[in-house]
């Protein structure tokens, strides 16, 4: 059965001079404002889709390593991960790069490497982000 989840975006005017409000309506978590500005030059206190899709990624990614973890007989004691997505105007996102740092007790560096790629390869929002030309990651087990 899946489930759903809803967020709204408002805008007024035209792309460039415009704005907007987005909002997370499944989970209540507040109303943010966008702009083409925020999108394109500097954020100035407002989101863009890019950063809501960073949000999920790295989200999405340290989950689906927590299971793959567990799967493997393991536990992680902490999952730190960063998305960078970069969006080029006209162009549109070209590059997403996965940053984690994991503390997993007992597994070999070697492991530790496979499942952090299987992590990436089989996250659901990567799986949606499938056409962005370049997810990298870069996988490091702290000691």
């Not at 952090?116 to 056409?131: D, F, I, M, Q, R």
Request: glycine share 10%; charged share 20%; aromatic share 6%.
């Amino acid at each position: 059965m899946a489930t759903t989840r809803t967020a709204s975006t408002e805008w007024k005017g035209d792309l460039f001079g415009g704005s907007g409000q987005t909002t997370f309506e499944t989970s209540g978590i507040g109303t943010y404002d966008v702009t083409w500005k925020a999108r394109a030059e500097q954020a100035e206190g407002k989101t863009s889709p890019e950063e809501l899709l960073a949000a999920a990624h790295a989200t999405c990614y340290s989950m689906q390593f927590s299971n793959m973890l567990k799967e493997h007989g393991t536990t992680a004691e902490s999952i730190k991960t960063s998305a960078a997505v970069d969006f080029v105007p006209g162009t549109g996102i070209t590059e997403i790069r996965l940053t984690v740092n994991a503390t997993v007790p007992g597994i070999s560096e070697e492991d530790f490497q496979r499942l952090a790629t299987g992590a990436k390869e089989n996250c659901p929002v990567s799986g949606a982000l499938a056409s962005v030309p370049s997810i990298t990651l870069d996988a490091t087990l702290a000691s």
